[in-house]
């Protein structure tokens, strides 16, 4: 998806990364052990409940700390996200300890796991971005809230108007004059949800009229947004407690 060049799961124990560069930002995880690596000649390690950005264009490399191994989540991120401005800085702090944005970036990974969760997993971006962005002292981050109520029902126009196909939040933003990330607060501040799971709160009311009227389950998830009958199924579960067949087969 757009900002994000790879993901990448692994696990390693005597695998040892030579000095390299990149031309992403590495944004990293891990979930088990802990790494050693140096940046610049500066000997650094991470564990557990952290984050880990190594800039772009800058030389490292990675090694288990010990023979234990470790295993880790990469996201390759592209620096229109994360600028070229915030080199410096990561530089010199590398390591985030901010449990909201560990947890922000494990649900990203989890969104980029589905294509038809592509808005999801989009709009956890442009959070995840703003938040290390902060950490990092980028000081243009847009604060501002005086048009907040007509940003979120403008964006919930939008939504409202395209629940199979909403447009990306990149078009959002152009349409309504904020930042993603701005679009995301906002929208949640007014309606306490977020923009992602509105939008597969409506498809499901679709779905569930749709089954109700008898349709088969595979033109239901196409016609409602789902990227397959298995997403579709997912959702489904998660919100009404049955599978789509069940409650088709309920109907009178």
């Known amino acids: 998806m757009p900002g994000i060049r790879e993901v990448f799961h692994a696990r ?30 500066r000997h650094r390690g991470t564990a557990g409940s952290q984050v880990t950005l190594l800039p772009p264009h800058v030389v490292h490399d990675g090694r ?3 023979e234990r191994g470790y295993r880790k989540r990469v996201l390759y991120v ?22 909201a944005v560990l947890r922000g970036i494990a649900a990203l990974h989890d969104a980029l796991r589905d294509p038809g969760d592509a808005f999801e997993a989009e709009s956890r971006l442009a959070i995840v971005g703003e938040r290390l962005r902060r950490h990092l002292g980028d000081r243009s981050i847009e ?5 907040s109520g ?13 629940v199979a196909d909403p447009p990306t ?8 004059h904020a930042s ?29 009229q749709m089954l109700l009227g008898g349709a ?37």
């Open 12 to 41: 390693f124990a005597g695998h040892a990364y030579p000095p390299h560069t990149h031309d992403t930002w590495t944004v990293f995880i891990v979930d088990d052990g802990a790494v050693r690596y140096d940046i610049e000649s």
């Open 143 to 147: 604060g501002a809230v005086g048009r």
């Open 216 to 252: 088969p389950l595979a033109r239901v998830a196409a016609d409602t947004g789902f990227h397959d009958q298995a997403h579709l199924t997912r959702h489904f579960r998660r919100h009404v407690g049955v599978t789509p067949g069940r409650y088709a087969a309920s109907a009178p």
């Open 64 to 66: 288990a700390a010990t």
């Open 169 to 176: 939040l990149a078009a959002a933003s152009g349409m309504l």
């Open 78 to 99: 592209d620096t229109d996200i994360l600028g070229e401005g915030l080199i410096g800085p990561s530089i010199d702090q590398p390591d985030i300890d901010d449990p």
């Open 180 to 208: 993603p990330a701005h679009l995301v607060r906002c929208f949640r501040r007014a309606y306490g949800i977020a923009p992602h799971r509105y939008v597969v709160g409506r498809r499901i009311d679709a779905a569930r």
């Open 150 to 162: 007509d940003i979120a029902s403008g964006l919930r126009d939008l939504l409202d108007e395209r």
